[in-house]
């Protein structure tokens, strides 16, 4: 499975855009990127994911570099609710997530 | 979209007493269910990997004798800590994934404690 890395944590102020960035070095060709979120107490929950064009929904946009090499989940209007740890995970069908330590992004007022 | 459902979502009993936490799938067939459990300021670790009707594989390190997981049905996984201890207390969540490899859909978590 590709390792991801990720800063440990990050602020963002309430209404601004939040930029998480996602290394993957060493992703293959078959992998695609998901991001999960956990709010406290919670069982992690679905943000998005691409292989290699960037991609958007309701939640989120994720920007995957051309090389493919890191990603970066954009939130466009932060609010306080989207304060939580963010996972960025390489997965291909028939591997198991593995969770990385994520990032704690806190939404400020 | 999928939704997976994880009962309870906390329990507290007494050490040495057995504890089952259910995962249901809900509106799709899970050929494949995991079990993680995640300690306070921690990432989650997966504990183990169940298919329908198999044996789970269980992760280095987890006690298949302690920790049993039953996958009878496509919607439903159970995860029974035997004998629990305090050091068994943590937040348990189980995931699901159906054919086609759409990622995996994640259970709300059950939080035990052992006192």
């Known amino acids: 499975d590709a390792k991801t890395t990720q800063p440990p944590s990050m602020d963002c102020a309430e209404g601004r855009a939040a930029n998480l960035p996602c290394n993957h070095s060493?992703?293959?060709?078959?992998?695609?990127v998901y991001w999960y979120r956990q709010i406290h107490s919670q069982g992690p929950q679905y943000i998005i994911h691409g292989l290699k064009n960037n991609e958007t929904n309701e939640m989120a946009s994720l920007i995957i570099t051309e090389d493919r090499k890191s990603s970066t989940l954009i939130l466009p209007h932060a609010t306080l609710r989207d304060t939580a740890v963010y996972y960025c995970?390489?997965?291909?069908?028939?591997?198991?997530?593995?969770f990385g330590p994520g990032t704690r992004l806190s939404v400020l007022p | 979209g999928a939704v997976v459902s994880q009962h309870p979502s906390w329990v507290i009993c007494k050490s040495g007493t057995s504890v089952k936490i259910e995962c249901r799938s809900l509106d799709f067939q899970a050929t494949t269910m995991f079990w993680y459990r995640q300690f306070p300021k921690q990432s989650l670790m997966l504990m183990a990997t169940s298919n329908e009707g198999s044996k789970a594989t269980y992760e280095q390190g987890v006690e298949k004798d302690k920790f049993l997981i039953n996958h009878a049905s496509l919607t439903l996984s159970t995860l029974t800590v035997t004998s629990a201890h305090p050091e068994d207390s943590s937040f348990y969540i189980c995931s699901a994934t159906g054919q086609g490899g759409t990622g995996y859909t994640f259970g709300s978590g059950t939080r035990l404690t052992v006192v």
């Open positions: 060493t992703i293959s060709g078959n992998e695609y």
């Open positions: 995970i390489a997965w291909d069908y028939g591997q198991n997530f593995v």
